[in-house]
């Protein structure tokens, strides 16, 4: 990862969404912890269902963010060069 971070146009912006996914995980661990103590087995699958789904959307939405400033940047940076010739 950290060489991923290093060859990126912006590697503050990949940190601070892996930053975002690290704290998603966390918020999921805590739900399923919390859902642990239910005594209603249908409840605590619903709980976990929903905390899986947001932490999957979350995800995909930090990816998708991730990617859409990589792409960005990158061609600013080749019409940079280009205007540059």
């Known amino acids: 990862m950290k060489g991923y971070i290093c060859g990126s146009t912006r590697g503050g912006s990949i940190v601070s969404g892996i930053v975002q996914i690290e704290t998603d995980i966390g918020f999921w661990e805590v739900e399923v912890a ?16 929903k905390t899986v ?7 995909d939405n930090s990816v998708l963010t991730e ?11 080749q019409q940079i060069r280009d205007a540059e010739k």
């Open 53 to 59: 789904s947001n932490l999957l959307l979350s995800v």
């Open 34 to 49: 919390n859902a642990r103590q239910f005594s209603d087995l249908n409840e605590a699958a619903e709980v976990l269902s």
């Open 67 to 77: 990617i859409d400033t990589f792409f960005s940047e990158r061609s600013r940076a």
